[in-house]
């Protein structure tokens, strides 16, 4: 059993073997760093879309809201939250506040929404990033696992031919070691596809909840009302005229 297994591969193999199993190796260590970070990353902006986006909402003032958002990390860059927040302030004080430029043209809605888009999109492409390398890994290291195997038992068999033993012992050996870089490439895949998957569906939900945070901030600085509160602060409107109208 000395003359099998792993160890004897290494030792055995040549620099196409060595190298395949190395490249194996790389991408086993690069798919489980990017799954361990944006696991971590994904865990932190739940932790905010729990937290900050109902503290914002119920906060006094808007700077109260700001201060909300700000303690729960040190930069916009790690917050969309606070960044989706500070963005549609500074596009509303933009707009109303300089000289006139081509974009105050646009409607204040649309200016709004606009810049709003921009930092979701720099969110979503922060979030996103690092998951094509899970991707690529996950479809290509099968293939790579593959190729280690042919190229195995093609000088497996040159060995076998050249040596004239035939006998099932000595075939056995050979070709089982050959699989072994099938088994790795599958080990690499594995986790590489299932992190992408489940990273891709917790980024799925945290972009939904950013839209609606980014919708309810564009209703607040187009109209000075939540979203979800127009409703309600157009029906109390409705309900004063129609006393104003019984009174007179």
Not at 198 to 203: G, I
Request: net charge positive.
């Amino acid at each position: 059993m000395e003359n099998y297994g792993i160890a004897h591969v290494w030792a055995q193999g040549d620099f196409v073997t060595r190298g395949i199993a190395l490249t194996l190796v790389i991408m086993s260590v690069l798919s489980w760093t990017v799954i361990v970070v944006k696991a971590w990353n994904v865990v932190r902006l739940k932790r905010l879309t729990k937290n900050a986006e109902q503290a914002f909402w119920h906060s006094d003032d808007f700077n109260d809201g700001i201060k909300k958002l700000g303690s729960q990390s040190s930069s916009p860059a790690d917050n969309p939250f606070l960044a989706l927040a500070l963005a549609g302030q500074e596009a509303a004080d933009h707009h109303h506040h300089t000289q006139p430029h081509l974009h105050d043209r646009m409607d204040v809605s649309d200016w709004i929404t606009r810049c709003l888009k921009d930092v979701m999109d720099e969110g979503v492409g922060r979030m996103q990033s690092g998951l094509a390398v899970l991707a690529s890994i996950g479809s290509t290291s099968p293939f790579v696992g593959l190729f280690g195997t042919v190229w195995g038992i093609y000088h497996a068999l040159l060995t076998i031919g050249a040596t004239g033993q035939t006998s099932i012992d000595q075939v056995a050996g050979p070709v089982g070691e050959s699989l072994i870089m099938t088994a790795f490439g599958l080990f690499v895949a594995i986790p590489a596809v299932l992190g992408y998957n489940a990273l891709t569906r917790a980024n799925k939900g945290i972009v939904t909840k950013l839209n609606r945070f980014a919708h309810g901030l564009h209703a607040f600085f187009v109209t000075g009302t939540k979203l979800s509160s127009t409703k309600r602060a157009t029906n109390a409107a409705s309900d004063n005229l129609r006393l104003a109208t019984r009174a007179s």
